[in-house]
């Protein structure tokens, strides 16, 4: 849809808003400024001595009844949820909408195996055909009321702590159960869940598969009455979700913000709406990049399914593995291994972008950080297109930080708290507030901080640029690359070089890269995934994962500007400062009180603007990773052939005096590699083998072509003393 001018947009919300502000929903919610307001007091969940009695928040955890049985016991697999409902509406004094986190890492990670993943090994072949063999459904042996459950509670099966996490996030019960207590105060019901494999769920830990997003479906599935759960895992006691108004919304981060995504393409009845946070929409390109692994190691599922595998131990001590769940573990890891970067169906299977199941029936808030490396916001642009091409409404979210949620920051002085407050009571309470008017994108400008307001995404008009001066062909080599990025580390290490990725860049010896220049009109804003295309040619067509890397600079010819970079002071994430912004999340008068934050800005004389991979054996692949397969011939050395690297998605702003730089070199160990340069004892060591594994590349200068995408942002979009009228502050 395209979006309103702001005049009518304004008109729009206000007028709704007028309406809103006196509505009151019959015995419970109230709605004023086109949000739900506080009507709760909040209770503790965390407290030792905790108990329902005269709470308004109800607690308690059910077992949702899944299709399949992938712990092969007979039994389809059960999976744990905490509930926290309104006390109003288990009363039936109205029926409330549901917000469901299902982050995995919530029931506790098994972290005494991260660096040692091996030792759960079974090195013998697994076929998972046998998840999906019949297994035997449970029958009800009687019923028990949301009422009779509360106050039969046991907070031990929310407050426990798993053996080995020790005190910290991931060693607590329902670790993320707290993260949302501004919306169950304001009528909203929450739901955690973590999914098969998990701390006290049953079946294997499948980390990507379509079981472990089932066993999310299933969850919502009981929330609109389509699907049974008990009361505990054993006496088949079943409960009903009879005060759910039948609308569920999914939200999270990283791992939790992408299985809203994959649950969101069944188009499972009564899921309205998904906000994810930094959520992976296909575990392919996580993992690898057109063609190309940019991990470590081709293999991933393995490593994070058995950190999340807590329920699939034979012993309360996580002590001894499920070996049949050892198997399983072994052959996803070397079927991922042997791909070497390339598409296949193990990946296939973990790709939830295909046309094929795309059956999406909801709408879309996602958000992702335009420094984040770790969920690049490739995931977020599939995860948008996806939607567009089902018909359904989705907007966009970027802003300046990293791998991270929004919580308590502000967007152009509003707290983001309550922009998804407004988005979550039109689609699970049908407020009517102009949510979906929102702009399409809604991008925190790099200059100047402000989030813009873009009718489209990504941009529709182009810009193709060609490099100044580039002519003849150039050559570089992969052999000492190995050899810099050790002197790097070393001088890092002695301090006589900042951890800085455009240091690290820049500083490759020429013999390694080739730097090119682009000019372009001052105030010029990339909007959407830049596109680079060249034809080259290597002598190395016998060797596979033949990486060659692509990083586009913004440089400035006047010295140092500010930037949003990633510090090491603060852990690779931005630095954030707080702003004189209080606001009043809660209705208690004495406290609830937080000033909003922002991201700060830091100078550099560079700044890194985004990245692109291919492999040199898949020439001529489009944008669909898809394409990226073996192909054999791929590469014929001798032959220039054209590729198209795409760049990582990106709104980003071009100030006047500066210009583009782009860097074309082999393989890329500050990415991928660089974090293994060290042996266990911190002694350096190289893991290329440049004796064995080393290649040469031949750039058609000539040929270079950078094709931006460009749009013009509304800074004025969100305007709160018009939006907000009547908040406390």
Known sequence: MKRMTLATLILCLLCSFAFARTAEEPGFLRIENGMLQPVLKWTELRDEDYSNEGSDILRFCVWVETDYDTDLDGKADLVRALVQVPRAAAEGRYKAAVIYNPTPYGAGTVERYLASIEDLYTKEYFDQSRFYEPCEKREPAGS?????????????????????????????????????????????????????????????????????????????????????????????????????????????????????????????????????????????????????????????????????????????????????????????????????????????????????????????LVVNGMNDMNVTTRHADMMVEAFQKAGKTVKLVLHQGGHMTLNGFSINGTAWDEIMNIWLSHYLYGVENGAEFLPEVMAQNNITGVYEGYDIWPGKQQLTLKPEGAEGRSVITSRGMGDYSDSFQEDRQNNLIPDDEEEFYTKIPDELACRYRFDLPAGTTIQGSAELRVMLDSDRADLDGLMISAILMDVSDQGAFPVYAPSEEYGGAVATRELNLQYKFDQDPSDGFMNLMDFDQTKKARRLISLAWTDLQNPGCGKNSSEYVYQ??????????????????????????????????????????????????????????????????????????????????????????????????
């Open 144 to 364: 028990m009321t949301t009422l009779e459950a509360a106050a039969q509670a046991d907070p031990m099966t929310w407050n426990y702590r798993t053996p080995d996490a020790g005190n910290g996030t991931y060693g607590i019960g329902f670790s993320y159960a707290m993260y949302n207590m501004y919306y169950i105060i304001r009528g909203f019901a929450l739901v955690d869940a973590c999914g098969i494999g998990t701390y006290g769920s049953e079946g294997f830990e499948l980390c990507g598969l379509k079981l472990e997003r089932d066993s999310h479906k299933a969850v919502v599935e009981w929330l609109t009455g389509d699907r049974r759960a008990f009361t505990d895992a054993t006496s088949n006691i079943e409960i009903k979700a009879d005060w759910c108004n039948g609308s569920v919304a999914m939200t999270g981060c990283s791992y939790g913000g992408t299985i809203p995504f994959e649950v969101a393409v069944t188009g499972v009845k009564g899921l309205k709406t998904i906000i994810p946070f930094a959520g992976i929409a296909s575990w392919y390109d996580y993992t690898n990049s057109q063609g190309v692994s940019i991990l470590n190691q081709s293999n991933y599922a393995d490593y994070l399914a058995s950190s999340n595998a807590g329920g699939t131990f034979l012993d309360g001590d996580w002590d001894k593995p499920n070996p049949v769940y050892g198997s399983w573990l072994w052959t996803i890891a070397t079927e991922q291994e042997k791909t070497n970067g390339d598409y296949a169906p193990v990946w296939e299977q973990m790709d939830y972008t295909t046309d094929e199941e795309n059956h999406i029936a909801c709408s879309a």
């Open 632 to 729: 054999d011939p791929g590469l014929i050395s001798g032959t220039e052939q054209a590729y198209t690297f795409y760049f990582l998605p990106m709104v980003y702003t071009v100030a006047e005096g500066h210009h583009l730089e782009l860097i074309l070199t082999t393989w890329d160990p500050y990415r991928v590699q660089l974090d293994a340069w060290f042996n266990l004892d911190g002694s350096l060591e190289t893991q290329l083998d440049e004796d064995t594994y080393s290649y040469n590349m031949t750039i058609n200068n000539g040929s270079l072509e950078l094709i931006l995408p460009t749009g013009t942002g509304d800074p004025d979009w969100l305007q709160p003393e018009a939006l907000f009228q009547g908040r406390d502050q």
